[in-house]
Structure formats: structure tokens, C-alpha cells
């Protein structure tokens, strides 16, 4: 099996989706782009053609090279038809579910639905599904163009074929792809939970600030500390992965969610894409 000339529907036109979209219209695919909010597909358009004026400026792009990525993307109001989907909506088991029960009524039986869950079981995620064999976690790193790793999930009925398809598509858009199964987190993000709870621990008692616990961790040699990089994922969706990789692990102490996460979500101080998180953005 090969996508390599796949037509791709991405699904989800946040952070995640925009970025995949990008990278998969830059590799030559067709791409339509669908959101359950109004205009957001469009409004993910708009920024990504601001973004590669940005690299055509900065001589990275050829502005032919930039049209066409941007031409080949399509916002659609609709589910459509395609050879892949790769879903970057909501974390949330019953909406995703859902949103895959839609897809198969639409969908040739040959099409892959892949997933960019960063912590939901993939396996948990086909039951139900008419042919669970086609679904593949597909975990892309924010930001999606300039992040090299993608983890390629199988869960328990996904199709090797399947998987191998996936993982040499990432290898062809200049990505580092890793096959793994689906566990709690994956790979990176069951390192990465414990990393973030040690820095809101830190928080919470008062010995550190985010500016301090950013310039340790940096200095350390990370490149970005955790405060600064839960902003940049959004702490909507970093609390809900949270949530969910403590609740896979049966409620395992290492694992468990921040009331200082709760905060931030509870005041929609989500990060980045809100204008403010623990730092403010302009
Ligand atoms: P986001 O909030 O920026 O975007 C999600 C988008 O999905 C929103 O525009 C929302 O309107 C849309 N949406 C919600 N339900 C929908 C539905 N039923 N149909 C169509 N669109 C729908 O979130 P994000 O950060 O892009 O995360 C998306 C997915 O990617 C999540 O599963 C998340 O865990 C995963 N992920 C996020 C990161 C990160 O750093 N933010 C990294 C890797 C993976």
C-alpha cells in the first residue's frame, strides 16, 4: 500500500491541523481542510499564506514554490471523500469516535484514517469502527513544520500495511517517523507528563516561577523550558492529554493533573493561541 499520491482531507483546523495541512500541500498532496467552526478552515488558509510569504521573504521559499503549496489546499464546510484523513480535532474519545463513524459512511473501505491523538488509545478509538484496521495514530510535534518526529501508533487491529504506508508518507515529507503501539502517552509524551508535573509541582509550591523553572531548563541545554512549551502546545489540550494518560496508567500518582492546570483552563488562560498562559502574547 502507498499514499504517496494520496488526496488528503485533514480534519481540525487548530494548532495541529494547519501545520499538517501545510506540510502535506508543501510535499505536492491535495488537500482539503475541514473545522466544525465557522470560517476556521479559511482563517487557517489565510495564516498559512502570511506564513509563506514570511519564509519566501526570508529567501527559504520560491513565491511559485509558496502559490502552488498554498493553491493545493482547499477549505471544505463538508466531510469529503479522499484517500487519508488525518484527524487533528478535539482531544476526546467519544468526539473523535464519532467523528470516525461519519467518516466510514463516506469513505471508500481502502481509505486510512489517521490520528494525531497525543495520548488517546488508539485502540480504544477503532471499537466500533466497521474496518478498525485503517486507523493509525499519525502524532505529529508542534510546531508541525518545524518538529521532525512523528510517531506512527498501532493499536491492537491496526493493519501493518497500514502503519508501514503512514511511516513512509512522514519519511517522504522530510520527517522522522518511529512505529510504536499504542500505550498510555505513546513514547514522548509518557516522558514528557512527568517532566510537566514536576514543573507545576514546582509551581504550586511556590519555589520557582515560570520564568525561572524556563531559564533553568534552558540553560540546562532543553531548548524551551516546560512553562513556555505547555503554553505552546495550549493548556486546554496539554490538561485533557494530561487527563487522559493519568486515567490509562489507573490513576498511576506520577501522572497526577495540576490544580494549576485546572486554573488556566478554568480562566481560558490557554497559552499562545489565546493571547495569554502563563506568559502573556501580544
Ligand atoms: P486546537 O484546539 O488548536 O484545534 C482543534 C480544532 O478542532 C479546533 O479548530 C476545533 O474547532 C476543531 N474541532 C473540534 N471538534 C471537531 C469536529 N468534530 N470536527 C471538525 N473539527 C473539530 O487543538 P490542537 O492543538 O490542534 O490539537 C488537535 C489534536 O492534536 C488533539 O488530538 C491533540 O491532542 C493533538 N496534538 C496536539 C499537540 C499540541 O502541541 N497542541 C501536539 C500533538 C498532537
Same mark, same amino acid.
Given at each position: 500500500?502507498?499514499?504517496?499520491?494520496?488526496?488528503?482531507?485533514?480534519?481540525?483546523?487548530?494548532?495541529?491541523?494547519?501545520?499538517?495541512?501545510?506540510?502535506?500541500?508543501?510535499?505536492?498532496?491535495?488537500?482539503?481542510?475541514?473545522?466544525?467552526?465557522? *470560517?476556521?478552515?479559511?482563517?487557517?488558509?489565510?495564516?498559512?499564506?502570511?506564513?509563506?510569504?514570511?519564509?519566501?521573504?526570508?529567501?527559504?521559499?520560491?513565491?511559485?514554490?509558496?502559490?502552488a503549496?498554498?493553491?493545493?489546499?482547499?477549505p471544505?464546510?463538508?466531510?469529503?471523500?479522499?484517500?487519508?484523513?488525518?484527524?487533528?480535532?478535539?482531544?476526546?474519545?467519544?468526539i473523535?469516535?464519532?467523528?470516525f463513524?461519519?467518516?466510514?459512511?463516506?469513505?471508500?473501505r481502502?481509505?486510512?484514517?489517521?490520528?494525531?491523538?497525543?495520548?488517546?488509545?488508539?485502540?480504544?478509538?477503532?471499537?466500533?469502527?466497521?474496518?478498525?484496521?485503517?486507523?493509525?495514530?499519525?502524532?505529529?510535534?508542534?510546531?508541525?513544520? =518545524?518538529?521532525?518526529?512523528?510517531?506512527?501508533? *498501532?493499536?491492537?487491529?491496526?493493519?501493518?500495511?497500514?502503519?508501514?504506508?503512514?511511516?513512509?508518507?512522514a519519511?517522504?515529507?522530510?520527517?522522522t517517523?518511529?512505529?510504536?503501539? *499504542?500505550?498510555?502517552?505513546?513514547?514522548?509524551?509518557?516522558?514528557?507528563?512527568?517532566?510537566?508535573?514536576?514543573? =507545576?509541582?514546582?509551581?504550586?509550591?511556590?519555589?520557582?516561577?515560570?520564568?525561572?523553572?524556563?531559564?533553568?531548563?534552558?540553560?540546562?541545554?532543553?531548548?524551551?523550558?516546560?512553562?513556555? =512549551?505547555?503554553?505552546?502546545?495550549?493548556?486546554?489540550?496539554?490538561?485533557?492529554?494530561?487527563?487522559?494518560?493519568?486515567?490509562?496508567n489507573?490513576?498511576?500518582?506520577?501522572?497526577?493533573? *495540576?490544580?494549576?492546570?485546572?486554573?488556566?483552563?478554568?480562566?481560558?488562560?490557554?497559552?499562545?493561541?489565546?493571547?495569554?498562559?502563563?506568559?502573556?502574547?501580544?
Amino acid at each position: 500500500m502507498t499514499l504517496h499520491n494520496a488526496r488528503i482531507l485533514v480534519v481540525g483546523a487548530g494548532l495541529m491541523g494547519a501545520g499538517i495541512a501545510q506540510v502535506a500541500a508543501q510535499a505536492g498532496h491535495e488537500v482539503f481542510l475541514f473545522d466544525t467552526r465557522a *470560517s476556521a478552515a479559511e482563517a487557517a488558509k489565510a495564516k498559512l499564506a502570511q506564513t509563506l510569504d514570511g519564509l519566501t521573504a526570508k529567501g527559504k521559499l520560491t513565491a511559485d514554490v509558496a502559490a502552488a503549496a498554498l493553491a493545493r489546499i482547499t477549505p471544505v464546510d463538508a466531510l469529503v471523500a479522499v484517500d487519508l484523513v488525518i484527524e487533528a480535532i478535539v482531544e476526546n474519545l467519544d468526539i473523535k469516535r464519532a467523528l470516525f463513524a461519519e467518516l466510514e459512511a463516506l469513505l471508500p473501505r481502502e481509505a486510512v484514517i489517521a490520528t494525531n491523538t497525543s495520548s488517546i488509545s488508539v485502540t480504544a478509538l477503532a471499537r466500533g469502527m466497521q474496518a478498525p484496521e485503517r486507523l493509525v495514530g499519525m502524532h505529529f510535534f508542534n510546531p508541525v513544520p =518545524l518538529m521532525k518526529l512523528v510517531e506512527v501508533v *498501532s493499536g491492537l487491529g491496526t493493519a501493518p500495511e497500514v502503519a508501514q504506508a503512514v511511516f513512509d508518507l512522514a519519511g517522504r515529507w522530510g520527517k522522522t517517523a518511529v512505529h510504536t503501539r *499504542s500505550t498510555p502517552g505513546f513514547i514522548v509524551n509518557r516522558i514528557a507528563r512527568p517532566y510537566y508535573a514536576e514543573a =507545576l509541582m514546582l509551581l504550586q509550591d511556590r519555589a520557582a516561577t515560570p520564568e525561572l523553572i524556563d531559564a533553568c531548563l534552558r540553560s540546562a541545554g532543553f531548548r524551551m523550558g516546560p512553562c513556555e =512549551l505547555m503554553d505552546l502546545i495550549g493548556h486546554d489540550t496539554n490538561f485533557a492529554v494530561t487527563n487522559s494518560v493519568f486515567a490509562a496508567n489507573f490513576f498511576d500518582r506520577r501522572f497526577t493533573p *495540576s490544580l494549576v492546570q485546572q486554573e488556566l483552563v478554568d480562566a481560558g488562560f490557554l497559552g499562545r493561541k489565546s493571547g495569554r498562559g502563563f506568559y502573556r502574547y501580544p
